[in-house]
């Protein structure tokens, strides 16, 4: 079993870049497909990016050339690196981990705005 906690959520201007975080608690972290998902007001939560445990990365093709998933796995953390964020890029950001079953975080809040 896995506990995750997300932070490096906030408001940032049409352009700009963040870095979210996700650090798990638990054993196995090395195994577990990693990924980011993420949900605008009023819509379902959709799958950002993914890194399996031998780091093949995948991403929606909203995301594709601006945002990067990478994983630490001495320190049990996956990261999320945003860049040329826009305001449609506004969800909260949830981390999740599967391994058969699955884990999320509480999420953070991202907020692209001028």
């Known amino acids: 079993q896995l506990r995750l906690v997300e932070s490096g959520g906030g408001l940032v201007q049409p352009g700009g870049s963040l870095r979210l975080s996700c650090v798990a608690s638990?054993?196995?972290?090395?195994?577990?497909?990693m990924g980011w998902f993420r949900q605008a007001p009023g819509k379902q939560r959709d799958l950002v990016a993914r890194i399996n445990s031998v780091g093949a990365t995948s991403y929606a093709d909203p995301v594709k050339g601006r945002f990067t998933i990478s994983r630490d796995n001495a320190k049990n953390t996956v990261y999320l690196q945003m860049s040329s964020l826009k305001p449609e890029d506004t969800a909260v950001y949830y981390c999740?981990?599967?391994?058969?079953?699955?884990?999320w975080g509480q999420g953070t809040q991202v907020a692209v705005s001028s």
């Open positions: 999740n981990a599967n391994l058969g079953e699955n884990y």
């Open positions: 638990g054993t196995f972290f090395n195994l577990y497909t």
